[in-house]
């Protein structure tokens, strides 16, 4: 059996309120709140990035079981420090799992951190590691006053994968992949650009729709059969919606429902709300994981948790609920500040 | 080893010399102290600079033959090193100078130092004044000099219960004296409310507590107790010891952070060379590049108890008239700290107040002198002790 | 700090790898070649032990100087901290109130950003320290 070995998350402490965007922008704030579903958001601190949200993600992971014999780190975000150094071979000297491993970097909007698991479940599987690890972490940036602003935020996740010792086993992963421009960022340019209402109905939802329910029509699973499921979060509203025409109730996806306290966080955006579901999950209980990314693609996973959680030191870290419990509220100006926003001189 | 004696002085004002390069205020000081001797070019056998930064502000190396060709010295091939020791460059040349003289391998030598900081920007300065801590352990990581000796301070407190206003003290004490010295860089004087209200650099220790950027140069001359006697008919005063200490340059590699191990060291060598006690001291130049580093050194050359020392400042030692003067030349807060210059220009004040030469700042009748030169936040200490020659 | 003399120290800027000396014990970081203690003894021999990141504040002081490094995050709080194997260590203390810090305080070290080059340059991490 393949899944994961141990997971781990990191969300900044700084926080900013929709109010504090809106006020600077003139929008209202009921009204962002109410169409969003978000109240707040993660932003990183001046000292903080994709690699060090990685790599205490990474060490968080490796506090609640220590790693036997990882062969591969793989990176995902759309954020990543360099756009030539992957933030796998920071993460990788920074672990200790340097210098016999092989890593490289992922991108594809939010869901680099999930090609990443694919990846290594497959090196798992086929025996060429013993132990992966796939990182998914953002410090993404939203243009000012644009509505993105108000969701973009900064945080990941790391899972080990391996085939012992497995607490959560992915019996299953399918995904769809098509070139729909939904949402891109074009080289050299600061901030992505969107296609507006165009990112809704033939991206996001159609690819999470199709790729749940194709998922599980390949397990023979219906909703009613899954304890949790989570879906990715730009906003609370699309995996809200996507459980509700899919059949999940609210109490499903509850826990992991991340997005209106933190953010999106990106590549961390479905996969912190999967480790949000970790911190509490049982022995038996399953779980669809469905991310999205932009551009676009959705990878699914079919996850069942095993006895083994039983064993696991998940105390040895902080859990993502109470990672989001602590907060420092911060106003726009030093937002713009810490996200490098403001033309510093020579 | 010989008796060694300084029968020549000369320094320039300390402060911001903006007319003056280092090559100006070198030969400045160089020249003023071949004068008070009164001797020639070519009784001169050997030059020894003391310099710390002139290779990053001025981007000039080589500064043993800079000081023999400004000097004039050049055409005679003398011998001509600079020696970096940090803050303690200057006191370290004149260590040298002496160990020359002792061994008798020169019969008179010319100690100076020279330190060239205001050409180049603020935060340059601070960036080369930082050269003098670990680089790679204190620097890298945001520590500076001032706020090693903040975390100093704040563990010096805590330990020995010591308010504030009696580290503020310090340089309150050495305004005092720097106002009636002519080569000071700052004559005003100050009180311990403006030390605390001062713009903070690093809590508890505000820009009062720190001594300033100087450009200067200070000089001495050095030679055999034979020569001095042809030479001059007073004023002749004698280095009873020299002595040089190092220490871990870390200041987290120290066992204790309120204690200059290296002070402690260095003294007690220069008390057994010159067969003195700290009771027998009648002054003292200490190296108050920070309030807490005086504090902390008048503790660690045995004066005053272990976190004693603010209380004993408090009940007015220090003065030129109680039982131990502290600075009179201003010291480093009042005088200045450029920075190679320092060391020999406590010296040079040694010799002032030695020789009854120090006018409104003159210690009465004062039999001997000890200075203290520290390097980085105390990863050397330089302790010299001079008496007058009757 | 240039390329090679910051990428020779990963392993005390990422993991805190000291020197521990076999005759005495004792633990250093920076890692050294030769225990002051036992000199020609420990030549050759010492070996390489990654710190526990846990400490206790020793001292702490807020720097409001100018350094321009040091800019977006001035002012910052430095410690030094007494770490659980033993050697002490001066870095920031980051993701805490001034008036919250104490002497004694528990203290973790954590990975962060501490300077970089220029825009273009290489970005230097390092460790920072946070209230356990």
């Keep these: 059996m393949v899944g994961i070995v141990t997971y781990g998350s990191y969300i900044p402490r700084f926080r900013i309120k929709v109010e504090e965007i809106a006020r600077v922008w003139g929008e209202d704030p009921e009204d962002i709140k109410n169409g969003l579903y978000i109240y707040s958001k993660s932003v990183p601190g001046p000292d903080e990035d994709t690699a060090t949200i990685s790599v205490e993600s990474l060490r968080n992971a490796m506090a609640r079981k220590k790693p036997s014999g990882v062969g591969a780190i793989y990176v995902g975000s759309e954020s990543h420090p360099y756009a030539v150094k992957p933030t796998a071979t920071i993460v990788a000297e920074a672990t200790g799992f340097a210098p016999e491993i092989t890593a490289a970097d992922y991108e594809f909007a939010c869901k680099a951190g999930t090609a990443a698991m694919q990846t290594v479940m497959g090196m798992v599987k086929s025996g060429m590691i013993k132990e992966g690890v796939a990182i998914g972490a953002d410090t993404s940036q939203g243009a000012p006053g644009d509505a993105l602003e108000y969701s973009a935020a900064a945080g990941g996740t790391a899972f080990v994968i391996g085939n012992e010792n497995v607490i959560a086993e992915i019996k299953a992963t399918y995904s769809i992949t098509t070139d729909t421009p939904d949402f891109w960022r074009r080289e050299g340019q600061d901030y992505p650009r969107h296609g507006g209402r165009f990112t809704g109905e033939p991206a996001y939802f159609r690819h999470v729709l199709d790729t749940s329910r194709k998922m599980m029509e390949i397990m023979k699973t219906k909703p009613e059969d899954y304890t949790y499921a989570v879906f990715h979060q730009p906003n609370g509203k699309f995996p809200s919606r996507a459980a509700k025409t899919l059949g999940f109730k609210e109490s499903q996806i509850k826990q992991g429902l991340i997005v209106p306290y933190i953010g999106n966080t990106y590549s961390g955006s479905m996969i912190t709300g999967l480790s949000a579901i970790l911190d509490v999950s049982k022995p038996g209980d399953r779980i669809l994981a469905v991310s999205f990314g932009s551009g676009a693609g959705s990878d699914a996973f079919h996850i069942e948790i095993t006895k083994e959680i039983e064993n696991y030191k998940k105390e040895n870290a902080q859990s993502v609920w109470s990672q989001i419990e602590r907060a420092k509220f911060i106003d726009y100006a030093y937002y713009a500040k810490f996200k490098r926003k403001i033309k510093m001189g020579e | 080893m010989r008796d060694v004696v300084i029968v020549g002085v000369g320094q320039t004002k300390f402060g911001e010399h903006w007319e003056k390069s280092l090559r100006a205020l070198a030969v400045e000081a160089g020249l003023k102290a071949i004068e008070d001797a009164g001797i020639y070019s070519k009784d001169i056998e050997a030059i020894y600079g003391g310099n710390m930064s002139a290779g990053s502000t001025t981007f000039q190396d080589h500064i043993g033959p800079l000081l023999a060709d400004f000097t004039g010295l050049a055409i005679n091939r003398i011998p001509a090193i600079r020696i970096e020791n940090g803050s303690a460059s200057g006191a370290a040349a004149f260590h040298e100078g002496f160990l020359a003289v002792a061994s008798g391998n020169y019969d008179t030598v010319l100690v100076g130092g020279v330190e060239k900081l205001t050409d180049v920007s603020m935060e340059e300065i601070t960036e080369v004044l930082s050269g003098e801590v670990d680089r790679e352990w204190e620097l890298f990581n945001g520590a500076t000099l001032a706020s090693l000796a903040g975390l100093m301070a704040r563990r010096y407190m805590v330990e020995y219960n010591t308010k504030r206003e009696q580290i503020a003290l310090m340089p309150v004490l050495s305004h005092k004296h720097g106002s009636l010295n002519p080569y000071a860089q700052f004559k005003n004087t100050i009180k311990v409310e403006d030390v605390l209200k001062s713009t903070m650099v690093a809590d508890p220790l505000t820009m009062l507590d720190c001594a300033p950027v100087s450009d200067g140069a200070s000089a001495v001359i050095l030679t055999t107790m034979e020569n001095a006697k042809k030479w001059r008919k007073d004023g002749i005063v004698r280095v009873k010891a020299s002595s040089v200490a190092s220490d871990y340059i870390a200041l987290q590699s120290r066992e204790n952070i309120t204690r200059f191990d290296s002070t402690v060291e260095a003294a007690r060598k220069a008390y057994k060379m010159a067969g003195l006690e700290p009771k027998d001291i009648s002054l003292v130049e200490i190296h108050d590049a920070y309030s807490i580093f005086g504090l902390i050194a008048l503790e660690d050359l045995g004066f005053f108890r272990k976190g004693t020392a603010g209380k004993y400042l408090e009940e007015g030692y220090g003065n030129l008239d109680s039982k131990l003067p502290i600075n009179p030349s201003g010291g480093l807060k009042a005088k200045g700290h450029p920075v190679g210059a320092t060391g020999v220009g406590q010296i040079v004040e040694a010799t002032f107040q030695l020789r009854k030469e120090a006018d409104k700042r003159q210690v009465p009748d004062p039999k001997n002198a000890l200075t203290l030169n520290i390097g980085g936040s105390g990863g050397s200490s330089i302790v010299h002790i001079m008496e007058v020659v009757k | ?132």
């Design chain 3, 1 to 132: 700090m240039t390329i090679p003399r910051f990428w020779r120290e990963f392993e005390q800027r990422y993991r805190l790898v000291g020197t521990k000396c076999p005759s005495c014990e004792r633990v250093y970081f920076p890692p050294r070649d030769v225990c002051p203690y036992c000199h020609r003894e420990s030549v050759g021999k010492m070996k390489k032990h990654e710190l526990k990141p846990t400490g206790k504040i020793y001292s702490y002081t807020l720097v409001r100087q100018d350094i321009p490094d040091f800019k977006s995050i001035k002012p910052y709080i430095m410690v030094m901290v007494e770490m659980d194997d033993g050697p002490k260590i001066t870095g920031q203390l980051t993701d805490t109130e001034y008036d919250e810090v104490k002497i004694g305080m528990p203290v973790k070290a954590v990975f962060r950003r501490i300077r970089e080059e220029s825009d273009s340059g290489i970005i230097e991490y390092g460790y920072k320290f946070v209230p356990l």
